[in-house]
DNA sequence: TGTACATCAGTGAACGCGCGTTCACTGATGTAC
DNA sequence: TGTACATCAGTGAACGCGCGTTCACTGATGTAC
C-alpha cells in the first residue's frame, strides 16, 4: 500500500477503497473526503482530481454496490437445481437470499445504493442492470411454465419489494426473529410465499 | 409563534415540532440542534434543558413518527368495509396504503425512524406499537377463516417486509412505475399478491 | 540515444463554515410561611 | 395578602472540531524531435 513516488498510480480506485471501507459500516453520512484521501495515504485536494465532489464520490461508490448486486443475483440464479415443480421457489429464494447476503456483508454500502444522501429533491439516478436480472430471471420462469404468465404484470415489484423489504428492515434491526433464527430462514419463508402468489393456478 | 416572556412555555413540543420540520424533508441528518433551536425562537442551548442530546432528539422524534404510523394503521384498519370474501385482501390493501400514506407525508421522518443515524453498532429501540397492530390483525382474519391458519406464521413479516419494501423504493426513488401509474396502484398489486398468497387453501 | 517541454497528478496551506456541547449567568415562576 | 426564597428554563459567549473545497505550486512522466 506504500507509495513508492510523487505519482500514486491508482488514486482513483484507491478513494473506492477506503470510501468503501468507510461508507461500509457507517453508511453515506460517514464518508469524507479527507478521510478518504487520508486512507489513501494523499493529500484531500488529491482527491478531487478524481472526483468532481464528495457526492461524486459517494455515487461512484453506489454505483460499485450495484454491480455487485447484479453479479450476485446472476450467480445465485445460475446455480439453482431443482425439480421442475420446485424450480420457480428456488430460483426466489436464491434471489433473496444473494439480497441479503450482499447487503449484510456491507451494510452501510447498501444504504448508499439506496438511501438519499443527496439533496432532498435530488434525483440519484444510480442505474443498475440488477433489477433487470430479475426481470430477466422472471420472464425465463414464466417462459418455462413455472409462474403463472398471467401474473408476471408486477410480479418484479411483488419480489423485488418483499427482498428489499426484510433486508431492510433486518439490516435496521427492526425486525425481531427470536433465538435461533437467522435471517435468512425469514427470507426463505418470505420469498416462498411471494412464489406460491405467482404459482401457476388451473 | 412569538415569545412573550422568558420563558417559552411549551419549549420541548416546538422543538419536535421543527425537528420534524428539518428531519421531514430532509431526514435524520439534515436535524441539527442549533437550527431546531433557532427555528424555535430560543438559543441553542436551551434545547440541552429538553433533550441531553442531538442523538436524543433524533430518537424522539422517530417515537413521534411510530406512533402517527400505528395511529394511521389502527384508522385504516378500522374503516374496512368488505364482503365477507374480500375481507383479507381489503384490509392489507389498506394496510399498505397506510403505511405509503405516512412514509409519503414526511418520507424524511420515515428514514428517520427505519434508519440507522446513530453509532454504526448501536442498537436503536424505538419500541412501537405499530407492528404489534399488524399481528392483531392478521390473528382477526384468521380467526374468522378470511386467513389460513396454518400460514399465520410470519404472516407478519411477509406483509411488513412487502409493504415496508415498496414503500422504501417509493421514497429513494428506485422504483420506476412508468407514467400514469401512482404508488397506490403499486402497493395494491403487491398487497394483492400478498393477502392471496396467505388465502386459506382447500 | 539524448534533450526540451507539455501535461497533469500530486502537495500543503488556507478559506469559511456550522456544528455539538459546556459554562457561568439571569430572571421568571411558584411555593412556604 | 405579602414576602423570602428555591427552582429551573432560559441566555449568550465560547470551546474545539472536522469538514468541503480552492489555490498557487511542484515534480514525475512521457512524447516529439
Redesign the interface.
Known amino acids: 500500500m506504500a507509495r513508492s513516488s510523487f505519482h500514486h498510480g491508482d488514486l482513483r480506485n484507491a478513494l473506492l477503497r477506503e470510501g468503501e471501507a468507510l461508507v461500509g ?3 453515506p ?2 464518508l469524507s473526503v479527507r478521510e478518504a484521501a487520508r486512507g489513501a495515504g494523499v493529500s484531500s485536494a488529491a482527491a478531487y482530481k478524481h472526483f468532481d465532489s464528495r457526492e461524486a464520490l459517494l455515487r461512484a461508490l453506489a454505483e460499485v454496490g450495484f454491480e455487485r448486486l447484479r453479479l450476485a443475483l446472476e450467480e445465485a440464479v445460475a446455480g439453482v437445481r431443482g425439480r421442475r415443480r420446485d424450480i420457480a421457489e428456488a430460483t426466489l429464494r436464491a434471489v433473496g437470499r444473494a439480497y441479503l447476503q450482499v447487503a449484510l456483508e456491507r ?2 454500502l447498501f ?1 448508499t445504493m ?4 443527496s439533496a ?1 429533491d435530488a ?2 439516478p444510480v442505474d443498475h442492470g440488477a433489477y433487470e436480472v430479475l426481470q430477466r430471471v422472471l420472464d425465463d420462469l414464466a417462459a418455462r411454465g413455472a409462474l403463472d404468465a398471467r ?1 408476471l404484470e ?2 418484479d ?2 419480489v ?10 433486518v ?5 425481531d426473529l427470536g433465538p435461533d433464527r437467522e435471517p435468512a430462514w ?1 427470507m426463505d ?2 420469498m416462498g ?2 412464489a ?3 404459482a401457476p393456478r388451473p
Chains 1, 2 share one sequence.
Open positions: 459500516d457507517g453508511g453520512e460517514r451494510p452501510g444504504r439506496f438511501g438519499r444522501w432532498p434525483v440519484v401474473l408486477g410480479a415489484l411483488v423485488w419489494s418483499a427482498a428489499h423489504g426484510l433486508t431492510s428492515l439490516l435496521d434491526g427492526r425486525v425469514a419463508l418470505v410465499r411471494v406460491s402468489s405467482l
